[in-house]
């Protein structure tokens, strides 16, 4: 992942909205939701989160497709761990890190 990209995910991720709603998708999993069930579930007015779904979308990591008459939202997952790699790249010096004798995201 380039720097300019993770800085990009970052900055769409640095917004509580944004992050409530992308934990959504991540918890909907390959599912994905409707921009009326995440309306629903962020109590938040249809414009701002299609504002901040574009947001979410233009920095990768997010989806849309359309299904029928709906828009379905997803997490895009393969970003979402790429930014998670490249925070962790360099993590106690590239040794792996073991939590309860399984391979983890370091805790150092």
């Known amino acids: 992942m380039e720097e300019n990209d993770v800085v990009q995910a970052l900055a769409a991720l640095a917004q509580p909205l944004r992050l409530r709603v992308f934990r959504a998708l991540v918890v909907a999993g390959?599912?994905?939701?409707?921009?009326?069930?995440?309306?629903?579930?962020?109590?938040?007015?249809?414009?701002?989160?299609?504002?901040?779904?574009?947001?979410?979308?233009?920095?990768?990591?997010?989806?849309?497709?359309?299904?029928?008459?709906?828009?379905?939202?997803?997490?895009?997952?393969g970003p979402m761990n790429a930014l998670l790699a490249y925070l962790s790249e360099n993590c106690c010096e590239g040794a792996a890190c073991e939590v309860n004798g399984q391979a983890r995201a370091c805790a150092c």
């Open 30 to 77: 390959p599912e994905g939701l409707t921009p009326g069930a995440l309306t629903e579930q962020m109590q938040v007015p249809a414009p701002s989160l299609s504002f901040h779904l574009k947001e979410l979308t233009h920095a990768g990591l997010v989806t849309q497709e359309r299904s029928g008459r709906n828009l379905i939202y997803r997490a895009a997952f």
